[in-house]
Structure formats: structure tokens, C-alpha cells
């Protein structure tokens, strides 16, 4: 049984084919990421340990970490600017 489609900021849930995971790149890599950062290096206890992990690490990831793909800036800082272009009139 799958969980109600996320409907935060206008998401919607897409179902793809199985066995597929190249139809879905960027979840399937943010998903590897969280494992070999994360979720590979830490001893985890329970479950709520786990989901607190987890939200540290994509607090860290999205406001701390460096990422190449960005030419060193973290995403935090694109997303701001991004939104400060939006806003500006025209």
C-alpha cells in the first residue's frame, strides 16, 4: 500500500515502471547520497533515531555542504537568490 501523494509546494506523486530507476535519477541519487553519507556511517538504533538522523543530515546537506554541481555555493544560497529574482518586478 503506498502512502497519499506529498501536496506540499505543489508536489504530486509520480508513479514509474519497475526496475527503472533511470526514469527517476535525481530521487534515486539523493537516495544513495543519504546512504553513503548518512545512513552507512552512523550506528542507528531505532527508527526515531533514524528519521532524526536523516532530517540532520538534509538540514547539514541543503545549508552547510558544499556541492560541485553548484560551483562550491550550497543549495540554501541558489535557492534564495532564486527567490529574490522571482520577487523583484519587472
Known sequence: MHSPPLRVGGSSQ???PLSSPNKNAEIERAIRTIKEECLNITRLNNVEQ????VER???FYNHQREHSSLNGDMPINVWKQKLIKTEQPK
Open 14 to 16: 509520480n508513479l514509474i
Open 57 to 59: 543530515f538534509v538540514r
Open 50 to 53: 533514524t528519521k532524526l538522523e
